[in-house]
């Protein structure tokens, strides 16, 4: 069974930073190498949105809204990818959820479609 199982979430402050992790394992999950990984976020009464994706060949997506202040990066000897998060802002609470896709060419990885399996997500809550 596959699973992505995110961390490092809480509380911070306006300005503040936090980094939020994402470790893949599972016995069909193959090759962490060979996916897409994504991250998303659903802050309450609104629908799931892109906030950044890191490709198998290292090509890296972000959201308009995050883009200077967030920065992906992946771990492939630790099936881990990470979401470092600076200049945090209110606007930004939500659950952020982990996310992979297989390696296929031609999708678009900041669409949620592209995505095969999903964590649980993590809170994480931006104060004023």
């Known amino acids: 069974q596959v699973q992505l199982t995110e961390s490092g979430g809480g509380l911070v402050q306006a300005g503040g930073s936090l980094r939020v992790s994402c470790a893949a394992s599972g016995g069909t999950f193959g090759t962490f190498r060979n996916y897409a990984m994504g991250w998303f976020r659903q802050a309450p009464g609104k629908e799931r949105e892109f906030v950044a994706a890191?490709?198998?060949?290292?090509?890296?997506y972000y959201a308009d809204s995050v883009k200077g202040r967030f920065t992906i990066s992946r771990d492939n000897a630790k099936n881990t990818v990470y979401l470092q998060m600076n200049s945090l802002k209110p606007e930004d609470t939500a659950v952020y959820y982990c996310?992979?896709?297989?390696?296929?060419?031609?999708?678009?990885?900041?669409?949620?479609?592209?995505?095969?399996?999903w964590g649980q997500g993590t809170q994480v809550t931006v104060s004023s």
């Open positions: 890191i490709t198998w060949s290292g090509g890296i």
């Open positions: 996310a992979a896709g297989l390696r296929r060419v031609g999708y678009d990885y900041t669409m949620i479609s592209a995505y095969d399996y």
